[in-house]
């Protein structure tokens, strides 16, 4: 079966330093994914998906990007983090119709 | 995107049928889905349904989708405390979806 994994699970980080997160899916091969953030109004955003390995599409401007070195891992990095990069960022992927989420990462900047 | 809506809170009675209710604006959308949230946790995919369907049901889990008022509906019977959590509505047009703010469904015993 599926899973999808992501770590760390908490984060506090200080205003301008970076952001590294990472997503990896097992028991599938090159599946779409996906980063959204969830923000305190609770709506999901979109930042970036990703069809293949290389292959980013940003939805969003702002101070992230994203990378997927391997076929089944997707990072989402910062070079200086922001007071408004706090929220909760959850990992996805598709399956046919289904998209499926990962548990998510807590990220909060002081 | 498109906007989709839904009303922010929903009390219900342990027992009762929940109904939350979900408006979006882009008549391509493909699949519409229902998604719960429990307190700190990811979003777990409830159901789905195609946009040529006007029904689906699902154990205690009934969909309802008028496409003309673009109009999606979820109705939990014999609601439980475990099902207070946050459900979102999702609608997908492309590779992404598109949600709403979510919906709290509070059960009281």
């Known amino acids: 079966s599926q899973t999808i994994h992501q770590w760390p699970a908490t984060l506090v980080q200080p205003v301008g330093s970076p952001l590294s997160l990472e997503c990896t899916v097992e028991?599938?091969?090159?599946?779409?994914l996906y980063w959204y953030r969830q923000a305190a109004g609770r709506g999901l955003q979109l930042l970036f998906y990703?069809?293949?390995?290389?292959?980013i599409s940003s939805e969003v401007p702002q101070n992230l990007s994203a990378s997927r070195p391997q076929d089944r891992q997707f990072i989402l990095s910062s070079k200086k983090l922001l007071l408004s990069d706090s929220g909760f960022y959850l990992c996805?992927?598709?399956?046919?119709?289904?998209?499926?989420f990962g548990p998510g990462t807590r990220l909060t900047v002081l | 995107g498109e906007d989709v809506e839904q009303s922010l809170f929903l009390s219900v009675r342990e027992g009762d049928s929940s109904v939350i209710n979900c408006t979006y604006t882009d008549s391509s959308s493909t699949y519409l889905y229902w998604y719960k949230q429990e307190p700190g946790a990811g979003l777990q995919l409830l159901t789905y349904i195609f946009s040529n369907m006007d029904m689906k049901q699902d154990q205690r889990l009934t969909v309802l989708l008028n496409k003309k008022d673009k109009h999606l509906s979820l109705r939990i019977a014999d609601t439980q405390t475990g099902d207070s959590a946050i459900y979102f509505c999702?609608?997908?047009?492309?590779?992404?979806?598109?949600f709403g703010k979510g919906t709290s469904l509070l059960v009281t015993p």
């Open positions: 990703s069809v293949g390995i290389g292959q």
């Open positions: 028991g599938t091969s090159n599946p779409n």
């Open positions: 996805a992927w598709d399956s046919y119709n289904e998209q499926f």
């Open positions: 999702a609608e997908r047009t492309g590779y992404a979806l598109n």
